[in-house]
């Protein structure tokens, strides 16, 4: 071993852990890209939810207007129609600001074929977020994530090199030991004892000056060994938890998307029978815009709530190294 061939060794291990950081940072590209998607879709549901609402108000206040005219509704039942209308334009222009920067968060990782951002329309976006499949999650464990996350491998390669620095300190500190053989023959003429064939032979034993010097390198590379073994022992357990973390994430949010959907259902029967009873005059224009409130808050919920599932899918696909 010499300082040559040692850094060869180290060179090509080091493509290695460049290849990885690169699969790492690919890794963490696309979950942060894939959280970009959902919250970009979560907003554009958002504005639309918003838009209905605010289309309902203004449709019912056409008829309002006439009821009112005829006498068969007081002007105060169409003052809070018209209330409700502002605040639901209110609520509308937030959504839309909600939808632009989430539109411009996307473009940083969707762009055209000359790596120009793009900004995303409803052409590129479904009409709903699919509803969670338990069956379709990742269903490996630690020691799957542990053999495929790029920086446990990574970490393996750096101690490669550290034992390859290592060694080489340790050949630097040790004596020199060389063996030296030497052939001799005269073609000149003279005395004839002196022609003979020679073979000499010999030990020649260095003792290096600086062996201080590659003592101290090879304790350095020792306690950067320790070292990068008390970080691949940290990264494993912080896999593990990550892991752990992430599924009941998924969890979370897939019972949350299921009681947010019932909510939702439950709110619309409430706000249909509230309309209905507002026809046959045992409610008010309050009670109703309440109810239409509620149902949309609880679709909003419902939103949020499946977009996060998403989010924490591809969450626990990267903490299993998947890309």
């Known amino acids: 071993m010499d300082r040559r061939r040692a850094n ?3 060179a090509t291990l080091g493509l290695t852990v ?6 790492q940072q690919r890794i963490e590209s696309i979950r942060t890209a894939t959280h970009r998607y959902w919250d970009w879709v979560s907003a554009s549901l958002k504005v639309k ?3 209905e609402l605010l289309r309902i108000a203004e449709e019912r206040d056409k008829g309002l207007k006439e009821r009112v005219k005829a006498g068969d509704l007081p ?27 989430a539109t411009i968060d996307l473009s940083l990782f969707w762009r055209d074929a000359q790596g120009n951002p793009l900004l995303a329309g409803d052409e590129q976006m479904g009409s709903t977020i699919p509803v969670p499949d338990r069956n379709e999650e990742p269903k490996a464990g630690v020691e799957e994530a542990l053999q495929k996350r790029p920086e446990l491998k990574r970490f393996e390669m750096l101690k490669a090199q550290n034992a390859i620095e290592r060694d080489l300190a340790s050949n630097q500190a040790a004596p020199r030991i060389d063996v030296q053989l030497q052939a001799a023959k005269s073609i000149q003429q003279g005395d004839p004892t002196r022609n003979d064939p020679r073979l000499d032979a010999g030990i020649v034993l260095e003792i290096p000056l600086q062996a201080n010097i590659a003592g101290g390198r090879e304790d350095s590379a020792i306690a950067t060994g320790m070292r990068l073994e008390l970080q691949e022992r940290f990264l494993r357990d912080k896999i593990a938890t990550e892991l752990w973390d992430s599924r009941s994430a998924l969890n979370a949010a897939a019972l949350r998307s299921d009681l947010t959907h019932r909510e939702t259902e439950l709110a619309r029967k409430l706000e249909q029978g509230e309309r209905i009873r507002f026809r046959q005059g045992d409610s008010n224009q309050l009670f109703v815009n309440i ?5 949309a808050d609880a679709a909003v919920r419902e939103v949020e709530a499946l977009a996060e599932y998403q989010k924490n899918l591809a969450t626990l696909k990267a903490v299993l190294g998947e890309s």
């Open 75 to 101: 002007e105060f039942e169409r003052r809070d129609n018209e209330r409700a209308i502002l605040q639901r334009k209110s609520q509308l222009v937030s959504a839309e600001r909600s939808l632009q920067q």
């Open 49 to 51: 939810i918003y838009q």
């Open 8 to 10: 060869i060794q180290k």
């Open 18 to 23: 460049a290849d990885l950081q690169v699969l």
């Open 291 to 295: 109810r239409e409130q509620a149902t």
